[in-house]
């Protein structure tokens, strides 16, 4: 699907007319291609009084080929010119009580309007259950406000994000402190705005190259025919994973299409059947041994309201969005196919978070895969696998653009980015949370909607 509004508008003549009707602006989006500099400039580090996080930081920005610069220093460009940032980062772990939350204020509003276009805005915090006093605790919850206010102020495709990494941090909480800064100041979130990612305790692997973090990886992709699910394969896939991608049989030749791009295996197979499960192991067995990362993403729509709902709608969108998710999983752990180190990774949707009108069997299903989040993944810590889900909103597919139009474009503009996101962003997200250095980064459910205003 085209966005042939956002095309327009990014023409030097439709920029001006969308100015002067004020008209919604979608900026064109920085995403990823491999070998680009993490930032489009150099990024602005400051730190609450006795923050535990910008040293860290800085290296790994250091590191990762970011030139971090410090708020009194690094306010003017060489030529005598303010200036512009890449990123804005700041450590507010430091804050202990709502009084100090006024640092924040004192670090952003000078450098507010310093943000290059595509920029990247990074508050890090402590997590609220983890502070030592309810004052503490409140002043860390606030972060939250600036984060998603910024993320709807300052346009041009700037994102913003809140991070909270665990006290009881180890190697594993850094390296995966590292994965997700690379996520998010890079444009592989270019999509991804106003989301709270938390980095906790856990094993994590840094990769020999940060251009393939998924070396040597085996990817179970379901879903994999077309729309995210063919997305997620490439991006994989290039990523360095050998991707076993399934899909259901009538979907064969656009699936071996997929899998032959990429050089991965094409596996044709229907979630729902009852012998699926059995089938798939025995498959990952036979040719992998095992199976590191397995992204749920296959999924339907069966849409009508509640009243009009016959009981097969209901009963298929439970059973491909969540009750297979459950019986692979289970089968897949009983039989010891995800070694440590391993991923889950779910597809849920914005529609599982605020609810969606003539969609109850899809939101229960969608929100059914938060809670399988929620609860395996403390279950499955000591195995050293992350559960993890993502949460797409407007996505460009085929799925989308059987929606009327005035929907269609409601649905595409209502967020901090003016437009729709594209089966890659959704991918990029999933490749972030699969790979081996953020094994310490579990039960989280990140969004990638632009920062929709549904269920916001
Ligand atoms: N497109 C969006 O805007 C959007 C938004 C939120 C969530 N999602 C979710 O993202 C995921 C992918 O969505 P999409 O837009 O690419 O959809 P899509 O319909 O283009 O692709 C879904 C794929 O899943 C496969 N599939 C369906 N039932 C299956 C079964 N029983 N066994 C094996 N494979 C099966 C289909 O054949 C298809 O290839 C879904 O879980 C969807 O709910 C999409």
């Not at 019986?327 to 914005?350: F, K, Q, T, Y």
């Not at 993502?390 to 929606?403: D, K, N």
Request: glycine share 12%; with cysteine.
């Amino acid at each position: 699907m085209t966005d042939r509004y956002a095309s327009f508008v990014q023409s030097g003549a439709g920029r001006a007319l969308v100015k002067r009707l004020g008209l919604p602006d979608p900026p064109r989006l920085r995403r990823h291609t491999p070998g680009d500099p993490l930032l489009p400039g150099p990024a602005l580090v400051g730190a609450a009084d006795g923050g535990r996080l910008a040293e860290p930081v800085t290296k790994i920005l250091t590191f990762a080929g970011v030139e971090p610069r410090d708020p009194v220093a690094g306010t003017t460009a060489a030529d005598g010119t303010p200036q512009r940032y890449g990123a804005l980062v700041y450590d507010a772990s430091g804050i202990t009580d709502s009084t100090g939350l006024r640092q924040l204020y004192d670090f952003f509003h000078p450098h507010a309007r310093s943000v290059l276009p595509s920029g990247r805005v990074i508050v890090l915090g402590t997590p609220p259950t983890e502070c030592a006093t309810p004052r503490e605790a409140t002043a860390q919850r606030a972060l939250e406000g600036l984060t998603r206010s910024i993320g709807k102020e300052f346009g041009r495709g700037v994102t913003a994000q809140l991070v909270y990494v665990t006290r009881d941090g180890d190697a594993g909480t850094l390296t995966s402190l590292e994965s997700t800064l690379r996520f998010l100041l890079g444009g592989r979130s270019a999509y991804v705005s106003g989301q709270v990612v938390r980095v906790g305790a856990g094993t994590a692997t840094a990769p020999a190259d940060w251009n393939r973090p998924l070396d040597g990886q085996v990817v179970l992709v379901t879903g994999a025919a077309r729309g995210i699910g063919a997305a997620l394969a490439k991006v994989l896939a290039r990523d360095g994973a050998q991707v076993v991608a399934l899909d259901v049989p009538a979907a064969g030749d656009a699936l071996a299409a997929v899998a032959n791009e990429i050089g991965g295996t094409a596996v044709q197979l229907d979630l729902t059947t009852p012998d699926a499960p059995t089938r798939l192991a025995d498959h990952l067995a036979a040719r992998h041994g095992r199976v590191d990362v397995v992204v749920h993403n296959a999924g339907i729509t069966r849409d009508k309201t509640l009243g009009r709902m016959d009981a097969d709608r209901w009963d298929q969108v439970i059973d491909v969005n969540l009750s297979s998710q459950e019986r692979i999983n289970d089968v897949l752990l009983e039989r010891d196919l995800i070694p440590a180190g391993g991923r889950i990774v779910a597809v849920s949707s914005i529609a599982g978070i605020a609810g969606n009108r003539g969609q109850t069997n899809y939101a229960t299903s969608k929100a059914g895969v938060i809670g399988l989040v929620d609860s395996l993944a403390p279950v499955l810590r000591e195995r050293q696998v992350s559960v993890n889900a993502v949460a797409p909103g407007f996505i460009e597919t085929r799925l989308t653009a059987r929606i009327p139009l005035a929907l269609r474009e409601a649905g595409r503009r209502m967020n901090s980015m003016s437009q729709g996101g594209l089966p890659v962003d959704v991918a990029e997200a999933i490749g972030w949370l699969a790979w081996p250095a953020s094994g310490a980064v579990s039960g989280n459910v990140v969004r990638v909607c632009g920062q929709s205003l549904l269920g916001a």
